[in-house]
């Protein structure tokens, strides 16, 4: 089965602090998403890539820097964290993008004081 | 671009009811269908996908109905159990590209 794993699992960190989320996917997969959460919204797509060097802006980019170092590792960085960035978000991947099954992480929940 | 209502945001069924999830889309030329079970603290996992050309599709308990006249798309748990406590989100794309995600539905199922 797919796997996708995430780090940190839980983080908390101040308004302004810089935040890297990390997520490695073992699949060989082409693309990779970030989303984020919330209650009421569901999943928002922050940035998505579709190989190494290669990055997508989503739907609520705002905020939000994403890298592909490598086919297996996608980051997600918030340079200048502010409240309204907190949280939970999920890390997926999938082979191609749209008709094709997405898994995903266990998820990173941050809060922003 | 897409936009996707799902209801009802909370469901609360006794075990061995069925428990229906509705979501409604706007663009006409959606073409891929999916059903997402997030259980606790845990990522989606996907329950079951559909093509448009398809108007129902059945798998272990599980009934997907798609009425692509009035961009509706359902999700019907027959008999549900207390291991179909979970969220729910329906997905759906237009094809190559990205998936929009309902807002999700909280399940409760009641022993």
């Known amino acids: 089965e797919a796997a996708v794993t995430q780090s940190p699992r839980n983080k908390v960190t101040v308004t302004g602090g810089n935040v890297t989320l990390s997520c490695r996917q073992t699949n060989s997969h082409n693309y990779m998403y970030w989303y984020r959460q919330d209650t009421g919204h569901g999943l928002r797509l922050i940035h998505y890539s579709y190989g190494a060097g290669n990055l997508q802006i989503g739907d609520v980019p705002d905020g939000y820097k994403a890298t592909r170092t490598t086919q297996e590792d996608f980051f997600l960085l918030l340079e200048l964290a502010s409240p309204s960035q907190t949280s939970l978000y999920f890390c997926?991947?999938?082979?191609?993008?749209?008709?094709?099954?997405?898994?995903f992480g266990p998820g990173t929940r941050l809060l922003v004081l | 671009g897409e936009q996707v209502e799902q209801r009802p945001p909370h469901l609360s069924v006794r075990e061995g009811d069925s428990a229906i999830i509705i979501c409604t889309y706007t663009d006409s030329a959606t073409a891929y269908f999916s059903w997402y079970k997030q259980e606790a603290g845990a990522g989606l996992q996907l329950l079951m996908s559909v093509l448009s050309n398809v108007d129902r599709k059945e798998e272990q308990g599980l009934t997907v109905l798609l009425n692509k006249k009035d961009k509706r798309l359902s999700l019907n748990l027959t008999a549900a159990h207390p291991g179909d406590s979970a969220v729910y989100f329906c997905a759906v794309t237009n094809m190559g590209y990205k998936l929009t995600f309902g807002t999700g539905t909280s399940l409760l199922v009641d022993p």
């Open positions: 997926a991947s999938s082979s191609r993008e749209g008709q094709d099954t997405q898994y």
